[in-house]
């Protein structure tokens, strides 16, 4: 799991690095929700709760996180704030490519912002 250098976190997120931290060790979190880049390139972005990412057929070695939220609801905030933003930003809603091009090494950067 690689995480985008300029990570977007909700407000109910307190401590980023441990949950980061908890996310590579497989360990459980009850109400952490995972903004990360679609696996299908013909998608953008997946919220995914983190219980799901337990299961053997998500990619997690692969996946990149882009944000994390404390529930449903903050997640799909995240994603209409992040929408806004690529769109004032380029003129364009291609928000997998504004991310890939705005996370440096491939997503492997370990800091984190707030959401936009």
Not at 79 to 98: F, N, S, W
Request: proline share 2%; glycine share 8%; net charge positive.
């Amino acid at each position: 799991m690689k995480f985008c250098s300029n990570l977007y976190v909700g407000e109910g997120i307190r401590n980023p690095e441990k949950v980061k931290w908890k996310l590579k060790h497989n360990a459980g979190q009850f109400s952490v929700y995972v903004i990360a880049l679609a696996a299908s390139s013909d998608d953008q972005l997946e919220i995914i709760h983190c219980g799901y990412l337990k299961q053997r057929c998500f990619d997690t070695e692969h996946m990149l996180v882009v944000g994390l939220a404390s529930s449903r609801q903050e997640a799909l905030e995240i994603v209409t704030r992040l929408a806004q933003k690529v769109v004032r930003e380029t003129g364009d809603a291609d928000i997998r490519g504004y991310i890939l091009n705005s996370c440096a090494s491939e997503g492997a950067g370990q800091r984190s912002g707030r959401t936009p």
